[in-house]
């Protein structure tokens, strides 16, 4: 059943177009999806949101940085809107933009437990890496995926992510400590492994 | 008074660039309202001491988009001027370089070109910027001097763009690649 905070209109402005899904920019008007979103038990587990949080704190993340469009920003993020279902449904985007090193660490949440399983993460990631690489000119992508999120360590690998260290037990989750697999893909084995998908295409 | 350390951040031959201090914020306002000075580094309105206090407060830019030292004098130990990264660009990774040597007894002794030189390194290979920018005027010589001795390159002229003393002037956007930076620097020493 869709959610009712989606049934109000609210006009959307895709900012990278997918096929099954945009990458739209945030609206406070999601505001209340977000924090369910954020608070839901079996979303939560495996985006590791391990306290509360308020629809203030979230409606926070909607106010304006000080300096506009030229702020240097940390994080950049996206509303994963399902274009046929026209609704949003979670979300996707890089954090800790470290812009000397030049990286970043992807981070994405179907918050509609209904819509998982379907390759959206994947396809919303991939859309988000030629960003980070085409637009945003970043070296390095990193993803850091506890062992137990089977479905995120699928989707790094079909990525094309190179899994390059295990951390051990460096994770507290639902009562017992996970390790942490870090994966990584640079700018230029991104471009090779890209040309060769435009090959098979 | 004198400081145990001056705190150098960047070691040069003549001068070594270090941070701004609050206690020479009289200082720097001297420089800046300087008529031989401030001419050519356009302060065209007093420069007050409140106004240079503001380089001490706490940025609203969580990653910096300016970056200042100030030129320390190694034999005579003193600061003789300031230099400063400004308008970084993160995303396209460009930024632009100024300097002003504040004490004239100091001009003409090849200081901005070092000073030019750390700053350009720092740049490329500190903060791994693609390209830097400087402003000159065209009746500023010895600023542009210091750009090409750096390698810079004069990539346009903006036509009669800055008024000083009466007369428009143009302004020459010298820039420098990191790419031919690293060739020239290459060059420098086969030599």
């Known amino acids: ?88 449904i979670g979300d996707i985007g890089l954090n800790h933009i470290d812009w000397v090193s030049r990286n970043a660490n992807i981070f994405a949440e179907i918050g509609e437990p209904e819509y998982w399983g379907k390759g959206i993460v994947g396809e919303a990631a991939q859309l988000v890496l030629k960003y980070a690489f085409t637009e945003l000119n970043l070296h390095k992508i990193k993803a850091g995926v506890f062992t137990p999120n089977e479905r995120s360590q699928r989707a790094a690998e079909k990525l094309g992510l190179n899994k390059e260290a295990v951390v051990k037990e460096a994770m507290y989750v639902d009562g017992k400590y996970h390790d942490i697999h870090k994966w990584g893909l640079t700018k230029e084995e991104w471009l090779k492994k890209n040309k060769i998908l435009i090959h098979i295409d | 008074m004198a400081k145990k350390y001056n705190f150098t951040f960047i070691q040069g031959d003549i001068i ?54 100030e030129i320390w004098h190694k034999k005579t130990k003193k600061p003789i001027g300031t230099g400063i990264v400004s308008g970084i660009d993160w995303y396209g990774q460009t930024a632009s370089l100024g300097l002003i040597i504040g004490e004239p007894e100091y001009w003409g002794q090849k200081i901005g070109e070092e000073a030019t030189g750390l700053m350009v390194k720092y740049a490329f290979n500190e903060l791994n910027l693609y390209k830097i920018y400087a402003g000159i005027n065209s009746a500023n010589i010895g600023s542009w001097r210091c750009a090409e001795k750096n390698g810079f390159i004069r990539e346009a002229t903006f036509k009669k763009d800055s008024y000083v003393n009466g007369k428009y002037f143009d302004t ?20």
């Open chain 1, 1 to 88: 059943m869709p959610d009712e905070n989606s049934q109000e209109e609210i006009e959307v402005f895709p900012f990278i177009e997918g096929k099954i899904i945009d990458l739209v920019a945030p609206n406070s008007k999601w505001a209340e999806l977000k924090c369910k979103w954020r608070n839901d038990p079996k979303v939560r587990q495996y985006s590791r949101n391990m306290w509360p949080r308020s629809l203030d704190d979230v409606k926070k993340s909607f106010e304006t940085v000080p300096d506009g469009h030229r702020h240097t920003r940390e994080h950049v993020g996206f509303i994963i809107y399902h274009k046929r279902d026209k609704r949003p």
């Open chain 2, 16 to 69: 070594d660039l270090v941070p701004l201090n609050s206690e020479h914020i009289n200082l720097y306002a001297k420089w800046k309202n300087n008529p031989n000075v401030r001419i050519y580094a356009r302060y065209i309105i007093p420069q007050t001491v409140e106004d240079m206090k503001k380089f001490f407060e706490p940025s609203k830019d969580k990653i910096k988009r300016e970056i200042n030292f």
């Open chain 2, 172 to 191: 020459y956007i010298y820039s420098l690649f990191k790419a031919d930076w690293l060739k020239l620097k290459k060059e420098k020493q086969v030599k």
